[in-house]
């Protein structure tokens, strides 16, 4: 099984004004942060991702609801739950991931290491496996 890599968010408690959360690049996750988005009004149950990136490093937070993630370096899987504001998962690159939202309302953040470029994206599961292959034999 893949060792999923976590990364405590500080998280404050601002008693009867709820919870704040803030990381800074470099200095809390390994990566300079370059872009941020996040995923929301996702039916429940619906399935997301299915792609894997050549360069690009993430960092994926769900600070609401309840979302499976499922890991895949093409050898070994994990499957993991993020459902709090002060766990991050780290989707580093070559690795295929699968996102489940399991409850409705649920959001997902994502912190990047790099701007958009859809030439980054591995969409095909089978040419993953190939590149993964290509890459154990150098
Ligand atoms: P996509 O990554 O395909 O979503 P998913 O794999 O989760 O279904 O992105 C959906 C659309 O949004 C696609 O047309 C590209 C666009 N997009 C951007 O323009 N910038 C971004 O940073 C992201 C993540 C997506």
Request: aromatic letters at 22%; proline letters at 0%.
């Given at each position: 099984m893949i060792e999923p890599r976590f990364v405590n968010i500080k998280t404050v408690e601002t008693p009867g004004k709820g919870k704040l959360s803030f990381f800074e690049g470099i200095?809390?996750?390994p990566f300079e942060i370059k872009r941020v988005y996040y995923i929301t009004g996702v039916p429940q149950n619906m399935e997301r991702g299915a792609h894997a990136h050549h360069e690009l490093d993430q960092l994926l937070i769900c600070p609401n609801g309840e979302i499976e993630i499922t890991l895949d370096n093409g050898q070994e899987r994990a499957d993991v739950i993020l459902s709090s504001p002060d766990k991050g998962l780290l989707v580093e690159k070559m690795i295929w991931h699968d996102m489940k939202?399991?409850?409705?309302e649920s959001i997902l953040l994502v912190v990047a290491?790099?701007?958009?470029?859809?030439?980054?994206?591995?969409?095909s599961y089978d040419e993953f496996i190939s590149i993964c292959k290509m890459e154990n034999k150098e």
């Open positions: 200095h809390d996750i939202w399991l409850k409705k290491s790099d701007y958009y470029d859809e030439n980054d994206y591995i969409r």
